[in-house]
């Protein structure tokens, strides 16, 4: 009767704590997490490598291109990418996760039926059990659970949300891309019309003895040089729509029509302060909701090391015509409590929680990393933005000299005032050079994407009403 009387003073007072909800100790704040996860990392009042406005991120970064090919493209991405259909579904299952924790805090129902017989006849004995049982979850071992799974959910909905603008920017990356190869093809195609241009006028030079082989010969291998270089190029052109195409969910097979020229690169974006850069990307949203999902998790283990104190209720009803019961009033109604105790387990328990503030630790760790590679992508694009317009201004200012300096020495070849060579290195300097241009060009679009991308900045998709046209 003592141990009774103790159980039952235990179970009222667990009751009473359960009733008026013993607070949990919360996770860190964003503001704590940067502080002690970074220590060393002084975050300055603007970004040092590149002007930009400190007005707010804006979230039409797709719009800004002013392509409506590339938004349905990036909308049927977004609709049949098998690698983005894999993350929706780590969404479901954790929101899954989220409601199994929360049902464990709700009472346990179980209901028990039976039935039986003789041989030859009715009778046997019938009877239903019904159990109700509700673990109080004094020491919030079950809420930190809860909380837990929440914050875990949080985290892969933020990853759900950058794998989505990481797909956007690799399809609008992609999409340059094959439009970059398509130029290159027409830029190689120039040059090898330059080039067997020039090979006639070396056989025709020899058929009139103003020439000699050497020279024909020369511009053959030009020509054959040039030939090789398209060839490569057309492969690469092939290469890149079909890699378009499978981030579109189609089947790779190099049809994709891609218009002839880029797209202008936009107005200069508005860049915010670096101070709100980890609280706007979601990846690193994710990190942080993973540093909470741990903290619940050191406090769920450690309260698990203590008792556990369940209330159970249970009714039943029994009956028998072949079996004459000692006790025959029913329904029987039975309430109780439970109290379950961990003594010893071999350490385990002890081990659960130096597991889960180890797993915390690497949460924190894996924030910093996060925040840290946010802050160098922010300032590798602003730099590659800065570095690549001034090369675009040269390499175009270069690409106009070397077109006229090609211009003097065909006319020099035609009279007989230089050799062939100096036609022939011209014309390479010139493809050489229009190619570095175009690199740059594609290079500033697609630096402008991954500014958008490490802002964490969104975008607007239109409905998708079809598939883009191939060709």
């Not at 013993?22 to 704040?29: I, V």
């Not at 929706?88 to 929101?95: M, T």
């Not at 028990?112 to 673990?135: I, Q």
């Not at 991308?453 to 969104?458: F, K, Q, R, T, Y």
Request: glycine share 8%; net charge neutral.
């Amino acid at each position: 009767m003592h141990f009774r009387n103790l159980l039952w003073i235990g179970t009222a007072t667990a009751l009473a704590c359960a009733l008026v909800g013993c607070a949990l100790n919360p996770p860190p704040t964003a503001g704590e997490l940067q502080k002690d996860a970074m220590p060393h990392t002084t975050v300055p009042a603007a970004w040092k490598a590149g002007s930009g406005a400190p007005a707010p991120v804006p979230d039409r970064w797709l719009a800004s291109f002013d392509d409506p090919m590339l938004a349905a493209l990036v909308a049927e991405a977004i609709s049949y990418n098998a690698d983005l259909q894999v993350a929706a579904a780590r969404v479901e299952q954790a929101e899954g996760y989220v409601k199994v924790a929360g049902g464990s805090m709700l009472p346990s129902v179980g209901v028990l039926g039976m039935t039986g017989g003789k041989s030859g006849g009715s009778g046997g004995l019938d009877g239903v059990w019904l159990n109700a049982s509700l673990e109080l979850d004094v020491w919030g071992r079950l809420r930190y659970g809860s909380a837990a799974a929440q914050a875990q959910s949080a985290a892969v909905a933020a990853d759900y949300a950058y794998a989505r603008q990481s797909l956007a920017a690799m399809v609008a990356k992609s999409w340059f891309m094959a439009i970059e190869a398509g130029i290159q093809r027409g830029i190689a195609l120039d040059a090898l019309h330059s080039a067997e241009e020039l090979q006639r006028i070396a056989s025709d030079r020899l058929r009139v003895g103003n020439g000699n082989e050497q020279a024909l010969a020369e511009a053959r291998v030009n020509v054959g040089t040039y030939r090789d270089n398209l060839r490569q190029i057309e492969l690469a052109r092939a290469n890149a729509l079909r890699a378009l195409e499978l981030l579109l969910g189609r089947y790779p097979a190099a049809e994709l029509a891609v218009p002839p020229h880029l797209s202008p690169v936009p107005a200069p974006v508005p860049v915010g302060v670096p101070s709100q850069l980890l609280e706007r990307r979601p990846d690193v949203i994710a990190a942080e909701r993973r540093v909470a999902a741990a903290f619940d998790r050191v406090g769920e283990a450690r309260a698990a090391q203590l008792p556990r104190i369940s209330l159970t209720a249970g009714g039943s009803s029994v009956s028998s015509e072949l079996i004459v019961l000692k006790d025959t009033s029913n329904p029987i109604w039975s309430f109780g409590a439970n109290l379950i105790a961990p003594i010893y387990q071999g350490g385990a328990l002890q081990a659960q929680v130096e597991i889960r503030s180890a797993e915390q630790k690497q949460a924190v760790a894996d924030y910093a990393r996060a925040g840290q590679r946010a802050f160098g992508e922010v300032e590798n694009a602003l730099a590659a933005e800065s570095a690549l317009r001034d090369r675009e201004s040269i390499l175009a200012a270069t690409v106009r000299d070397s077109a006229r300096a090609v211009e003097l020495a065909q006319i020099q070849y035609r009279v007989g005032s230089t050799d062939l060579r100096a036609v022939e290195q011209n014309q390479l300097a010139l493809y050489s050079v229009r190619i570095a241009l175009l690199r740059v060009q594609t290079e500033r679009l697609a630096q402008r994407i991954n500014l958008y991308l490490a802002l964490g900045g969104g975008f607007d998709l239109p409905p998708l009403t079809g598939a883009v046209a191939t060709q």
